[in-house]
């Protein structure tokens, strides 16, 4: 199956400073999902992002399909931003059934 | 509307008894997954069924663990004989035909004691 790596596993940010996150993936992935999981352990979709860039106010996200990675973005970060983000795929080659396969996450904490 | 839930969102339970967890999808989701998280750790998959039946189990960890579904409905997750390594957050999601956008459950966390 395929791996998946994120940095960086951890984060500490002062409120209002911008951060990127990454995403590696070992093999082509189709279907990618950003999610940010709250202190109360619910996964909150953030993206779904199988290529190209999008944009959720001061959140974004980029996707290079051919190059086994995706980023996310956030800008002028707020203490709600608190917790671990998870990118995850599903495996482009044989039959997957769409299943995810996760990261190990990056632990995000803002301080006020 | 209304999204995926989850019961009972936290048991504990001895070592050695079964469990039963319960999924209930948004409505309209013909795909449904089961995903484990220990602590600390990503999510790991374990079982997927579109509508009753399960193509794929091969994530389950052993044959102490079983699911079923009712239908394009509620889905239960079995765990016999539990075990302590079993402790995890249980989690499960769906999605529709139309995407592969899964969205997921508040978890049972299983504590084994």
């Known amino acids: 199956g395929i791996q998946v790596e994120q940095s960086p596993p951890d984060l500490i940010l002062q409120e209002g400073a911008n951060s990127t996150l990454r995403c590696n993936f070992s093999?082509?992935?189709?279907?990618l999902q950003w999610f940010h999981q709250n202190p109360w352990g619910q996964l909150i979709n953030l993206f779904y992002i199988p290529s190209g860039t999008k944009q959720n106010g001061r959140l974004s996200a980029t996707t290079v399909a051919t190059e086994r990675y995706s980023l996310l973005y956030i800008s002028s970060s707020q203490t709600t931003d608190s917790g671990v983000y998870f990118c995850?795929?599903?495996?482009?080659?044989?039959?997957?059934?769409?299943?995810?396969?996760f990261g190990q996450g990056t632990i995000l904490t803002v301080h006020p | 509307g209304a999204g995926v839930s989850q019961s009972p969102s936290n048991k504990v339970t001895e070592k050695g008894k079964d469990v039963e967890l319960r999924c209930d999808p948004i409505?309209?989701?013909?795909?449904l997954y089961w995903y484990r998280q220990r602590l600390g750790q990503g999510l790991e998959f374990l079982i997927y069924f579109q509508g009753n039946s399960a193509p794929d189990k091969s994530g389950l960890p052993s044959d102490r663990f079983s699911a079923e579904r009712t239908g394009e409905s509620v889905s239960t997750l079995t765990i016999q004989r539990t075990q302590q390594e079993d402790s995890a957050v249980y989690l499960c999601a769906s999605r529709n035909q139309a995407s592969y956008e899964q969205y997921f459950g508040p978890g049972t966390r299983l504590t084994v004691t």
């Open positions: 995850a795929g599903t495996n482009a080659g044989g039959t997957s059934y769409g299943k995810l396969t």
């Open positions: 093999d082509s992935v189709n279907n």
């Open positions: 409505s309209g989701h013909t795909a």
